[in-house]
């Protein structure tokens, strides 16, 4: 079915994998297309070029994607970008990487991520925790109620009385308790629903939250925030910590939505639906690594000091230095051994940017082994080991070589040792040995 735009055009649908850049030359619908007189769009591209770059080409519009999947639409432009792992492969990485429950059945259920989105996953997801959570019966409190009775209960309100000049007809102001559905956390969860429902195109997943949604109808409904996730997320106990996987759901789901563009004239969210799997694979890691090294440990964003420093009365502006933090600080009993990034770009097929070889270098310089080592997701099983040796351009014989390692994370491998049915002894050396295997230097 076509899509047509306000000022009757046909929208341009584009699809691209991660890190993927197309132009005119090879994708002919994007011939003639244009973001000039179309100032929204124009503040639009520019407030997303760090996740998704629309550019003004010779011949029409040029995109180049980055760590971000999902759907955005930018003037003309209908733009999908399908991630590099789909399927049950990924669930299963998504369900581990965010602390989910195992549930068999999602997989059966979930439709293909290059025609809906990984937005439509984590819907599925949402849907399994919640369908739990209303098994288990909705959480009920007591809640505060205000209201005149003329069977007085709870605590009778006399300065209420007072401020009417006393008692003037058969009821009283009283202050009771009701045990009641309808409190903040319910209200966030049916919001979140509403959130996902207004996020998929798929009819089947639209109608299992629709129905779900009637199982709250006696929940307020509000416009989702984040701090109403915030502080419902504060206030979990040990009688409600079962909701927080599928608050976490929502509030990845929330964060899709894009962030707040603002114009002289409106302020409204990024049209489209986007999702950061660079911050997704290094949460992966974090928790793979935590869970299954032997005799070290890791550290998340360890921050490095004394790298840069300021000789004495040279620092006149009294500027600050940067500070650099490594995605992960590998460490033994003994201190520190050396600092890794993980990188979800697959570098065998894609190649790396210069900076990134330049950040891995300070890395190297300021590890005790000399040696820095860049994680990165790929699907290719030709994928190899590659290392770069730092030298001096004039003394490079001489001494130690730093070194950048650049080491592929076979994807498919992690997702099947994380699968829900791969348990046991044997599964569990496997993910040890897998873990070592990413940590060696």
């Not at 699809?15 to 297309?33: F, H, K, Y």
């Not at 492969?89 to 989105?117: E, K, M």
């Not at 089947?204 to 199982?215: I, N, P």
């Not at 190649?351 to 330049?358: E, F, H, I, N, T």
């Amino acid at each position: 079915m076509l899509e047509y735009l306000e000022n009757g055009f046909e929208a341009v649908p584009v699809t691209l994998n991660e890190w993927d850049r197309v132009e005119a030359v090879s994708r002919p619908q994007l011939i003639g297309t244009t973001l000039r007189n179309n100032l929204a769009a124009q503040t639009l591209a520019l407030a997303i070029r760090g996740q998704v770059d629309v550019r003004e080409g010779y011949k029409g519009l040029e995109v180049s994607t980055t760590s971000f999947v999902g759907h955005i639409a930018v003037g003309p432009l209908r733009i999908n970008i399908n991630p590099k792992l789909q399927g049950l492969a990924l669930t299963s990485l998504v369900r581990y990487a965010y602390g989910l429950r195992d549930f068999q059945v999602i997989g059966q259920t979930l439709t293909p991520t290059a025609q809906h989105g990984i937005h439509d996953i984590l819907i599925s997801l949402l849907v399994a925790e919640i369908e739990e959570l209303l098994h288990r019966g909705l959480l009920r409190r007591y809640v505060p109620v205000s209201e005149m009775l003329t069977s007085p209960r709870g605590r009778i309100l006399v300065d209420k009385i007072a401020s009417r000049g006393g008692i003037v007809d058969g009821a009283l102001p009283c202050l009771h308790f009701q045990r009641h559905a309808n409190w903040r956390l319910n209200q966030v969860l049916r919001s979140g629903l509403d959130l996902a429902g207004s996020m998929t195109t798929n009819r089947d997943l639209y109608r299992r939250v629709r129905s779900l949604g009637e199982a709250f109808d006696a929940v307020e409904t509000t416009a989702l925030q984040g701090r109403d996730l915030d502080e419902v997320e504060r206030g979990l106990t040990r009688l409600t910590a079962t909701s927080r996987p599928a608050l976490t759901l929502i509030r990845l789901l929330f964060g899709m939505r894009g962030t707040s563009i603002e114009t002289e004239t409106s302020s409204h969210r990024t049209p489209g639906f986007l999702f950061d799997m660079n911050l997704f694979f290094q949460r992966l890691l974090s928790r793979f690594l935590r869970e299954n090294l032997d005799g070290v440990s890791i550290r998340d964003e360890q921050t490095t000091k004394g790298m840069f420093a300021y000789p004495p009365l040279a620092n006149p502006k009294g500027r600050s230095l940067p500070r650099p933090r490594p995605d992960f600080a590998l460490f033994s009993a003994t201190g520190l051994i050396g600092f890794l990034d993980a990188k979800y770009r697959d570098i065998w097929e894609k190649g790396y940017p210069a900076g990134w070889l330049y950040q891995l270098s300070m890395y190297a310089l300021a590890s005790p082994n000399q040696k820095s080592i860049i994680l990165y997701g790929t699907t290719s099983s030709e994928a190899r080991e590659e290392r770069v040796e730092i030298r001096h351009p004039v003394l490079w014989g001489a001494g130690s070589k730093p070194m950048v390692i650049f080491r592929p994370v076979q994807l498919q491998d992690l997702a099947m040792l994380l699968h829900p049915s791969n348990e046991g002894s044997a599964k569990w050396e496997q993910r040890r040995s897998f873990a070592r295997s990413l940590v060696t230097f």
